[in-house]
DNA sequence: TCTTGACCTTAAGTCGACTTGAACTTGTAG
DNA sequence: CTACAAGTTCAAGTCGACTTAAGGTCAAGA
């Protein structure tokens, strides 16, 4: 049963020891019990970090991750809630595909006034009518 | 020549007042000229608009934006610059790609604490994996 | 001409996610 | 036994992206 210390999980997570502490807080993460004052964690936690850390750069807040994922690592969401979010990650996913396709064209396109540029404007027009469609997040 | 008054364009982009005048002093958009006090916005500004929804709901930040498309519309980054991002886009949607199938599977498969599920626990390696050859953003 | 409502400016406030600072505690090495 | 590095708490600060509040201006309609 190896437990880690928080400047030990925070070396292998590369998560700062603040960080922990406020996740700690907000009750994303636990620690197993102590020594002395020290937390000490267990392995797991590198695994919960690691979701954590996808969870952000796909833009959840905190809460919503935490919500995600339960308090002890459980899913505690309904499955619907759950095919929700991952529909939400889709639409997601595909606004920055579209982003993506545009700065490449951006990068590669030699007009002058890329708004001007017709195919610049259609993956404009694209994305526009993705969100004017559903505008979940906004 | 049709110029749109602040709360036009905020009708037509679902964008607040507040915000498309905090856009403008953050120099992301630029009004037309003025009617006595009030801002006039060429129709440009619209997809000027929709670009900078694109960008934020790729996770960049309004400086970001502003400097991938530049003070009036044009790119102000260089080709190099500009395939970075790319391929950071491409980076990013690989992650939300995984939480996506992550979440996907939490909403099906039957094991009580997904954590201790292998292919859930494969998922997450997986990112982490990423997250540690890359760790750009962190 | 007068009123009104839409817009203006500036400053301050908010929210999430941390970070930083100050003062305190403790297991462990010397 | 003592010193000290590494932790701890709690409060306050920071940063980005806005929003809100307070007070001011002005084009247009009655």
């Given at each position: 049963?190896?437990?880690?210390?928080?400047?030990?999980?925070?070396?292998?997570?590369?998560?700062?020891?603040?960080?922990?502490?406020?996740?700690?807080?907000?009750?994303?993460?636990?620690?197993?019990?102590?020594?002395?004052?020290?937390?000490?964690?267990?392995?797991?936690?590198?695994?919960?970090?690691?979701?954590?850390?996808?969870?952000?750069?796909?833009?959840?807040?905190?809460?919503?991750?935490?919500?995600?994922?339960?308090?002890?690592?459980?899913?505690?969401?309904?499955?619907?809630?759950?095919?929700?979010?991952?529909?939400?990650?889709?639409?997601?996913?595909?606004?920055?595909?579209?982003?993506?396709?545009?700065?490449?064209?951006?990068?590669?396109?030699?007009?002058?006034?890329?708004?001007?540029?017709?195919?610049?404007q259609k993956l404009i027009r694209i994305s526009a009518r993705r969100s004017a469609?559903?505008?979940?997040?906004?």
């Amino acid at each position: 049963m190896k437990l880690l210390d928080i400047s030990e999980v925070a070396r292998q997570s590369g998560v700062a020891a603040s960080a922990l502490r406020h996740y700690e807080e907000k009750g994303l993460i636990h620690s197993a019990g102590r020594r002395g004052l020290k937390r000490l964690f267990g392995p797991e936690v590198l695994d919960q970090l690691a979701v954590i850390r996808l969870g952000k750069a796909a833009g959840f807040s905190l809460e919503e991750i935490k919500g995600m994922f339960g308090p002890d690592g459980r899913p505690s969401l309904s499955r619907p809630v759950l095919r929700t979010k991952a529909d939400d990650l889709d639409d997601q996913i595909a606004r920055m595909t579209s982003l993506r396709d545009m700065i490449r064209h951006v990068a590669d396109c030699p007009a002058p006034r890329h708004i001007e540029c017709p195919k610049f404007q259609k993956l404009i027009r694209i994305s526009a009518r993705r969100s004017a469609v559903k505008p979940s997040k906004f």
